[in-house]
């Protein structure tokens, strides 16, 4: 059957369309591996980063005879649940088991949440620059992503004006999201940010994987969304993070603010986490000491992010790019000098054997600018950051 126009009616929806070309950069990297060695500074999976996140403890859990029995229970089993209500004390909160939610990933949490706040074209506020995949995650629940800016003047900032106008001039807005610490700026979200957000009167999603990342050394624990006591509020994270398990499958919604506002929120995921049961009984039962141990596998993680910053603020200093401040989380962004654009900065570091990511792909549009992943491990981190800042003196002259 043709339409009017007659093209022939594709069979598939519009929200799965995507552009499936492979972009210039990745045709780039397979020739340059092609003709040599390739530093990746963009590694984010902690099981192949030399960090052995899995204890020996985890491994056994993860065998016990209680992962051959089928409990079916929408947010998960109850002592999973606890344990991970008790997993928040060190940040000074006390999470009740039954305001937390299973689920088998944040990206899942994410499409549950958008399909319970929003419906079909109503729109989420969301940070910009941030993490890519929100994108995504929209266009298959039919939402409208309406970015709000992070702003950087030596350090980051919520642009709060700027929120709220958008917020007034969006008469579909159902949701703000918010990621703290926000990837890949590694900003933190601040107590006055999160008051003037909880004013905007929506649900407040705070995505917190990267809470226990402080890179900067600090005393207290980084602020959570947690400890809201307005509005309806969701806290996202999961064991992807903060046990680098993420082939786990184990992430979790956490609910705070106005317990009035719990009880239909409750009841509506409930159905919808039951119209999945994505979870598997093996990481459920063995959550508690993926927890209890996940301090172990995160230490080794900031020990090597802590260093490699050493390093790209040593070998940086020299040249004419600059580090932009950052808090917490895995990646350093690198502002480049605008003799050249983005595009040919990360070419010619991919020419050199480097491969980091464009600003552009995070969303950020202030001039060149480059992301390294700090989970890198340090002696490739050291022989890439090197080799970027020979490039920089060369083209800079
Ligand atoms: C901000 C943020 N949220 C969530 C995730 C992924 O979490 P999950 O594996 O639980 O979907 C990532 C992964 O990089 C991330 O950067």
Redesign the pocket.
Known sequence: MLADSQTPMSPFSQRSRHDLEENELTRALTRAKERGEVLDLTV?NPTTAGIAPLSDRGRLALASASVATYAPLPFGLPETRAAIAASTNDLGISLSAEDVMCTA????AYAWLFSLLADPGDTILVPQPS?P?FEYLAAYQSVRLVPYPLRYDGAWHVDLPALRELRAREPRARAVLV?SP??PTGSTLKADELEAILDLDLPLVS?E??LRYPIVERATPLLSALTATRGLVFV?S?L??EAAL?QMKL?WIALAGDRALHDEAKARLEVLADTFLSVGTPVQAAASVLLEDAHLARDRILARTRTNLATLDRVVAGTAATRLHLEAGIYATLHLPAIADEDTWVHTFLDAGVYVHPGAFFDFHEGPRVVLSLLTDETTFARGVGTLAATITTLVG
Do not use: A, H
């Open positions: 984010s990933s944040t990206s899942e993490y995949l990621v926000n990837n995505d994987v990267f996202l999961g992807s993070k993420p992430g």
